[in-house]
């Protein structure tokens, strides 16, 4: 512990620079992480009258389902609902305003008690000249638990599915056809007798811009600039060795993930090297 806290230390001094003298290193994105989400009430704590704010649960046949915001989520409360029959599905949804033609991510966590679910996000359009124009992202799951073949005909240590004592994350991507402006995320079940609960959702932007600037202070010269992000070998930029007497470096990376996560790493023409994370998390220890 003691010989890290000294590299720890070590880093630190070199980061900030000996005598006041380092290179400024600035790694952020175009729109700044975390992008927003553009649910309302996405943890569902929000409520008035048993009702959760800004979700809405929908079914052609309401006569078979339960639906409830109840405690009991991932954080706090949660949606709820219960299908007694398979004879048709039901939803809690929300609607969100979209950009056509940009990469979005509807995420969040489920439960399944018994039943399949299907989390999906849909938008339509008029193209204008009579067509429709539509977006449909689905992501199912499911589970034997709580069919009526089991456990007679299907041993419990062979059924399938998650755990249902444990909160799942699911993740849909998508991009809305022009002029599709506007979707819903819909969480249910799906033709099946069954029970799960969603919590923690989001809908957000999936891709940022990531904005790279090294500037040298007086008297240093940069050799090389790479950015990494975690969990890839290759870095996502190497600018190989840079001209001599090179003192600013900037660049664009268009299209990268906005639930990622980089560092960018600075080499100096006398070997010393800067590093910045982005985004930074509470806590995290300088590298
Ligand atoms: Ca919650």
């Keep these: 512990m003691r010989g890290r806290t000294w590299a720890m230390l070590a880093l630190t001094l070199v980061g900030t620079g000996l005598a006041g003298r380092a290179a400024e290193l600035r790694l952020g994105s175009e729109p700044p992480l975390p992008v927003p989400n553009l649910l309302v009430n996405p943890g569902v704590e929000e409520g008035a009258d048993g009702r959760p704010?800004?979700?809405?649960?929908?079914?052609?046949?309401?006569?078979?389902?339960?639906?409830?915001?109840?405690?009991?989520?991932?954080?706090?409360?949660?949606?709820?609902?219960?299908?007694?029959?398979?004879?048709?599905?039901?939803?809690?949804?929300?609607?969100?305003?979209?950009?056509?033609?940009?990469?979005?991510?509807?995420?969040?966590?489920?439960?399944?008690?018994?039943?399949?679910?299907?989390?999906?996000?849909?938008?339509?359009?008029?193209?204008?000249?009579?067509?429709?124009?539509?977006?449909?992202?689905?992501?199912y799951r499911g589970t034997m638990r709580g069919h009526w073949l089991t456990p007679v005909f299907v041993p419990l240590d062979a059924l399938s599915g998650p755990d249902a004592e444990r909160w799942h994350p699911f993740r849909i991507a998508f991009t809305p056809p022009a002029p599709v402006d506007r979707v819903a995320l819909s969480l249910g079940l799906y033709f099946a007798a069954g029970e799960a609960l969603f919590d923690d959702l989001e809908v957000c932007l999936a891709e940022v811009a990531l904005q790279v600037r090294v500037e040298a202070a007086a008297g240093e010269v940069l050799r090389r600039v790479v950015v990494r992000a975690d969990g890839t070998a290759k870095p996502i930029l190497d600018s190989g060795t840079l001209p001599e007497g090179a003192g600013v470096f900037t660049q664009a990376i268009p299209g990268q993930p906005s639930d990622g996560q980089w560092t960018l790493t600075v080499t100096l023409a006398d070997g010393r090297t800067l590093s910045q994370r982005y985004p930074k998390h509470e806590g995290e220890a300088p590298r």
Aim: glycine share 14%; net charge positive.
């Design 53 to 139: 704010q800004s979700w809405a649960f929908g079914t052609a046949t309401p006569a078979i389902f339960e639906s409830d915001w109840r405690d009991g989520g991932r954080s706090g409360r949660c949606l709820w609902l219960k299908a007694r029959t398979g004879e048709m599905s039901g939803y809690w949804a929300q609607s969100v305003a979209v950009v056509p033609g940009t990469p979005y991510l509807a995420k969040g966590h489920l439960r399944i008690l018994s039943g399949k679910i299907l989390c999906y996000v849909h938008g339509t359009a008029d193209a204008g000249d009579g067509r429709k124009v539509s977006v449909d992202a689905r992501h």
